[in-house]
């Protein structure tokens, strides 16, 4: 515990070097050009503006995917060492499962799942 706040200080100045550094760098060596902020369309000219809105359904459906997609990663290993590790392991995966139907249900009634 001797001079704990200087090994803090140090962490703390490595910290805001490892950030303003490259920040500084980039505004020092990246294009100022207007064309390098269009949206490129296989060397034709941009038609309509870069920006597009999307609508959050896209982003809820990605969400739902990942999240389910992170079930396969818990479920896969326990179903591998499921004999091992006798009824606690089943009590567990049953409670796992079980928020997760509790959040598909909630995603199934506020229409997140329906593809409009």
Same mark, same amino acid.
């Given at each position: 515990?001797?001079?704990? *706040?200087?090994?803090?200080? %140090? ?17 020092? %060596? ?58 606690? *392991? ?27």
């Amino acid at each position: 515990m001797e001079n704990l *706040a200087g090994h803090i200080g %140090i962490f703390f100045i490595a910290g805001i070097v490892m950030i303003s550094v490259p920040l500084v760098l980039n505004l020092l %060596i990246s294009s100022k050009k207007e064309i390098k902020k269009t949206n490129y369309e296989c060397g034709e000219e941009p038609i309509g503006q870069n920006r597009l809105q999307f609508k959050i359904h896209y982003f809820l459906i990605a969400v739902l995917f990942i999240i389910f997609e992170v079930e396969v990663i818990y479920i896969v290993p326990w179903a591998v060492l499921v004999e091992e590790m006798g009824i606690q *392991a089943l009590i567990v995966m049953g409670i796992f499962l079980g928020i997760l139907t509790i959040g598909f249900i909630y995603a199934f009634v506020k229409k997140a799942i329906e593809w409009k």
